[in-house]
């Protein structure tokens, strides 16, 4: 474990920054691992005055971050212009927040850092400023591409044992029952078998699949959807080994008696995924993308505008995505 962790510092107009300011200047207390901080340093500087913290700081990047981590937050620099406006978004800013990202994915592919850790971002400033991707997600996929063809990258929320996955991400609702297919709900159970075997040591994942339409059709009366495509593609999975069960009704599938019997649900889109997880363990639950060559997390909440240059944002799901992020490269 001799290599930082990297962070991208996400939105300035949110409470990315906010936390990460925070939780490193309790590091001690907390047993931090040491981390790099990706983004621009004057902003930096002026937030954590803002919120009456009193750090230094190192703009000496990964490689020079496990000396400074100790005395100076370790900042690898990313010229820009980021105004200090808690609440207020501007494409100004577009430039650094992505090409922090980008930096640290960078940092993490070659090995400078352990893996990477995303403040939340806000897609629709974003967007303004020109970013072409959904989320960090989809990018993720395009950055860790390396020139090759672009793996599918699975986003799971994690809190404990309840893990939910979505199969269809950032889609409008109207589009998600043409974005089914058979071959995704494979390739994504695939993912999703891999890398809690590779990355969460669970020997044989056991994945429930939920179904799109209410009481998964309820035998092709209700939606054909669950009988002609995710039904086949659980019998594929079962066919190919994997510990698999589905369509179940999405409704009765998060009942704790019920989810705890699988180490993963898939649902087939974003809401039906991370609502039961959000509802229950939305200050502690994290963000976790499967199928890229680097291990990446995040907190669950969003850029909270309201909270941005408070001090109040809870720092409980970043936390949890650093010890998470630190956990599953231990070893590197
Ligand atoms: N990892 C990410 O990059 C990520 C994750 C989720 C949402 N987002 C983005 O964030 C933006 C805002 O999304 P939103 O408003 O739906 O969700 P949000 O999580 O930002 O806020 C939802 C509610 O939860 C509260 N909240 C959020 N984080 C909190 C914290 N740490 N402590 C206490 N309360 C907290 C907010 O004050 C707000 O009331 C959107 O652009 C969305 O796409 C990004
Ligand atoms: N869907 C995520 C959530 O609500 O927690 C969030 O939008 C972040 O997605 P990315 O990690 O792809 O930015």
């Known amino acids: 474990m001799d290599k930082p962790l990297a962070i991208s510092m996400g939105e300035p107009a949110g409470v990315g920054p906010d936390i990460a300011l925070q939780l ?4 001690a207390e907390l047993n931090l691992p040491p981390f790099c901080l990706f983004g621009h340093g004057a902003f930096l500087a002026e937030r954590a005055a803002r919120l009456g913290l009193d750090i230094a700081f190192a703009p000496v990047g990964p490689d020079g971050a496990m000396a400074a981590f100790d005395s100076a937050l370790p900042i ?6 980021v105004p200090d406006q808690p609440g207020q978004t501007t494409p100004l800013s577009g430039h650094v927040v992505i090409e922090a990202i980008s930096a640290a994915v960078a940092a993490t592919l070659r090995g400078s850092c352990r893996a990477l850790v995303t403040a939340p971002i806000h897609k629709g400033a974003l967007y303004q400023a020109g970013f072409k991707h959904p989320g960090h997600t989809e990018f993720l996929a395009e950055l860790c591409a390396q020139g090759g063809k672009p793996k599918l990258p699975v986003m799971m929320l994690a809190h404990g044992g309840l893990r939910a996955v979505p199969v269809t991400i950032h889609v409008p609702i109207r589009d998600v029952p043409g974005l089914l297919s058979k071959q995704l709900i494979v390739d994504t159970v695939r993912v999703v078998a891999h890398d809690l075997k590779q990355r969460f040591g669970i020997a044989n ?6 179904g799109l339409n209410p009481h998964a059709g309820e035998g092709g009366n209700i939606g054909r959807e669950d009988l002609e495509i995710v039904g086949p593609a659980v019998a594929q999975l079962q066919f190919e080994g994997y510990g698999v069960t589905g369509p179940l009704p999405a409704d009765t599938l998060f009942y704790p008696l019920h989810w705890a019997q699988y180490d993963a649900v898939v649902a087939m889109y974003h809401d039906q995924a991370l609502i039961p997880i959000k509802t229950v363990a939305f200050e502690e639950a994290v963000n976790v993308t499967l199928g890229l060559p680097i291990v990446r997390t995040s907190p669950d909440h969003g850029t909270a505008f309201d909270l941005a240059g408070t001090g109040r944002a809870s720092p409980k799901s970043f936390l949890a995505a650093i010890v998470m992020a630190d956990a599953m490269t231990a070893n590197l």
């Open 24 to 27: 490193y200047a309790r590091r």
């Open 76 to 81: 690898a620099p990313i010229d820009g212009i």
């Open 205 to 210: 994942p056991q994945i429930a699949v939920a």
